[in-house]
């Protein structure tokens, strides 16, 4: 049997736990609240820039903000957004998973973010063209370098972890450019028209169009990747309250048990010294 001292420690230890979780769950509460604000206030922006787009264009394509001699690649790129960490549950796995069912080396490049998920791939022997880490912050995610890449391709695929509550988190497949579009059917239209007539473009109105386009690629992306950090935040959260819930338990066990302990104890001591009176009255 353990002592009392012993049960207490465990006890004391099981308490600091309880407060840990508590805290990393109020963390990753905070972190969800301040990451949906920033969907909310980039999305507010690339409204803003559709309605002046719409209003530019002068045909139905979109160019990813491909300049007029930029040489297209013939594939298809494929983004997968995973977490840095294998604190992610089995999601990135099952995101991985569905990636490469479709996946054909001959038609596809992939471009993975997040450690965990290149791991995953250098495991199934699956080369990808580049390996980006997750940006930390969450503000002023810097996906200049996925422009680059996104504006040399035919195409582009994105694979990400969607954020539908604190309880669901889904895999999603988007094509980048109907993303692109179908955010902008939601922005609404303006009717005015702004065009060479009434305004001075410089250096003309192709690149100042592909200008908003590579903005509003940028802004999509950052949403995604945003989306995707909630989702893993959302994952978290899941995590600590229910190893929060489990400490709880564990310390409320200790106590009934260090309780229990000391009366057993004060117990025998008690029939020891019943015992020792009823031998010393014997004699």
Do not use: C
């Not at 991985?96 to 250098?122: C, F, N, P, R, V």
């Not at 495991?123 to 680059?148: A, G, R, T």
């Not at 945003?226 to 489990?246: G, N, P």
């Amino acid at each position: 049997m353990k002592r009392p001292q012993e049960i207490a420690l465990e006890e004391l230890n099981m308490s600091t736990i309880v407060g840990l979780t508590s805290a990393f769950e109020s963390l990753a509460s905070m972190k969800i609240s301040q990451t949906k604000t920033q969907v909310l206030q980039s999305q507010a922006f690339f409204n803003e820039l559709w309605h002046i787009y719409s209003q530019l264009r002068v045909d139905s394509l979109f160019r990813f903000g491909r300049g007029k001699s930029d040489n297209v690649v013939d594939k298809t790129l494929v983004i997968a957004v995973t977490a840095e960490g294998g604190f992610s549950g089995d999601i990135d796995q099952r995101l991985i998973s569905t990636m490469l069912q479709e996946y054909d080396a001959k038609k596809h490049d992939i471009i993975i973010i997040g450690h965990h998920g290149a791991l995953q791939l250098s495991q199934l022997h699956v080369q990808y063209l580049k390996y980006y880490k997750l940006p930390e912050k969450d503000d002023n995610i810097n996906v200049q370098p996925l422009i680059q890449m996104i504006k040399q391709y035919q195409s582009t695929l994105v694979y990400y972890q969607s954020y539908e509550s604190l309880t669901v988190q889904e895999i999603k497949r988007i094509e980048l450019k109907s993303a692109v579009q179908t955010a902008g059917k939601q922005a609404g239209k303006n009717d005015e028209i702004i065009s060479e007539l009434t305004y001075i473009f410089e250096p003309s109105s192709f690149d100042v169009i592909a200008h908003l386009e590579r903005s509003m690629v940028e802004i999509t992306l950052s949403q995604v990747i945003l989306d995707s950090k909630l989702a893993q935040y959302a994952s978290r959260f899941r995590a600590m309250t229910a190893a929060r819930e489990r400490s709880t338990e564990s310390v409320q066990e200790l106590h009934i048990l260090y309780n229990r302990t000391k009366r057993s104890i004060a117990d025998e001591r008690l029939k020891e010294i019943l015992n020792g009176h009823r031998a010393g009255a014997a004699t």
